[in-house]
């Protein structure tokens, strides 16, 4: 089982750029494929970006590409995802997610994920 916590949200200015976290707790951090996925007023759940267990593999929604970057440091049991030129439309609570995987899977479906953190608020102003 594992614990999942975010921390970084906040306001920014329309093309500003965030950081955030997600830290795990767990002894088996190794063991899971991390996802960041977002969910703006009104809407569905949307995936951002994922990254495999080790081989650094990663995902990225079309909307994010060239703009957002997901990392992971296993020695730190964080995953990290580097949000730049945001956009006021991606104003949204962003939630990491954790699921149990093989070594260079990715999962992209918000179902397939057992582990969820509390989410972070993201506000970009116009």
């Known amino acids: 089982q594992v614990q999942l916590v975010e921390t970084g949200g906040g306001l920014v200015q329309s093309g500003g750029s965030l950081i955030l976290s997600c830290a795990a707790s767990?002894?088996?951090?190794?063991?899971?494929?991390i996802a960041w996925f977002r969910q703006a007023p009104g809407k569905e759940r949307e995936s951002v970006a994922a990254?495999?267990?080790?081989?650094?593999?990663?995902y990225y929604a079309d909307s994010v590409k060239g703009r957002f970057t997901i990392s992971r440091d296993n020695a730190k049991n964080t995953v990290y995802l580097q949000m730049n030129s945001l956009k006021p439309e991606e104003k949204a609570v962003y939630y990491c997610?954790?699921?149990?995987?093989?070594?260079?899977?990715?999962?992209?479906?918000?179902?397939?994920?057992?582990?969820w953190g509390q989410g972070t608020q993201v506000t970009v102003s116009s």
């Open positions: 997610a954790a699921v149990y995987a093989g070594w260079d899977q990715l999962v992209t479906d918000a179902n397939s994920y057992a582990y």
């Open positions: 767990g002894r088996t951090f190794t063991a899971y494929v």
């Open positions: 990254i495999t267990r080790r081989t650094g593999g990663t």
